[in-house]
């Protein structure tokens, strides 16, 4: 390869995908072994004026965006001059090309764009919004399923204690469930909101309990 980029000098070499050119010897989890096997493309490009654009999948972890989604190895960010990252926006069909890294000049506005039928690109639009944004967007979609179940829990659990039960119970209960601290605050938070429940106190001094209530009956939440 390295005979033909100085032969032909090509302006643009493409790696796609990356996992698919490394020497199968080559630990991709490995921070030196990758350096070793990029580092020469850098020199390489230098010398012949040719840029390499390398492809790489991305991981799956939730939470993750940037440099820690990149799959495999994360020095692939770190060699690089540039780096783009693509994913799909929250709008349907629209995908988004977001520069992350930039040596050499300011990083550009994100582009959106679709791809139709037959397989031609049309601009959508530009945005400053970010892959972290746009992961972050989209982890919050995959959770609210978890929190309306939470929600129709908790007031199923509340009718069945009769409308009213201590709250550090209830967060025991939600917690056995396998719901998480944080879930089960943000369904409590939005039932607050719509008055579906309550908070109060009962006892005096240190005998002071806090209960939840269940304030209004629905049919749809009776399931």
């Known amino acids: 390869m390295e005979q033909f980029v100085r032969w032909y000098k090509p302006a643009l ?4 995908p990356l996992q698919g050119f490394v ?9 030196n072994a990758m350096r070793d096997c ?3 493309l850098i020199s390489l490009g230098e010398e012949t004026g040719t840029t390499f654009l390398v492809v790489c999948h991305t991981n799956k972890r939730k939470g993750a ?3 820690d989604r990149i799959a495999d190895s994360a020095d692939l960010w770190d060699i690089s001059r540039s ?3 693509l994913g799909f926006t929250e709008d349907q069909g629209v995908r988004y090309l977001s520069q992350e890294k930039s040596n050499y000049a300011e990083l550009q506005e994100t582009r959106l764009f679709s791809i139709d039928g037959s397989g031609q690109i049309h601009a959508e639009g ?8 746009y992961m972050l967007d989209g982890a919050a979609c995959l959770s609210a399923p978890s929190r309306d179940d939470c929600k129709t829990w908790i007031l199923n659990r509340l009718k069945a204690a009769g409308n ?7 967060e025991d209960d939600a917690k056995a469930e396998g719901y998480s601290y944080r879930t089960l605050r943000r369904a409590k938070d939005e039932l607050k909101r719509d008055t579906e429940i309550r908070y109060y106190q009962a006892g005096n001094g240190k005998d002071k309990v806090w209960y939840v209530e ?4 629905p049919d749809a939440w009776d399931t």
């Open 13 to 16: 070499c493409v790696f796609d």
């Open 23 to 31: 020497p199968p010897d080559i630990n991709m989890g490995s921070r």
């Open 38 to 40: 990029m580092a020469p």
């Open 65 to 67: 965006f940037g440099r």
């Open 83 to 85: 780096v783009l990252m």
């Open 126 to 133: 530009a945005t400053w919004k970010r892959d972290r944004e």
């Open 164 to 170: 009213a039960m201590p709250t550090k119970e209830l």
């Open 214 to 217: 269940r304030l209004t009956l």
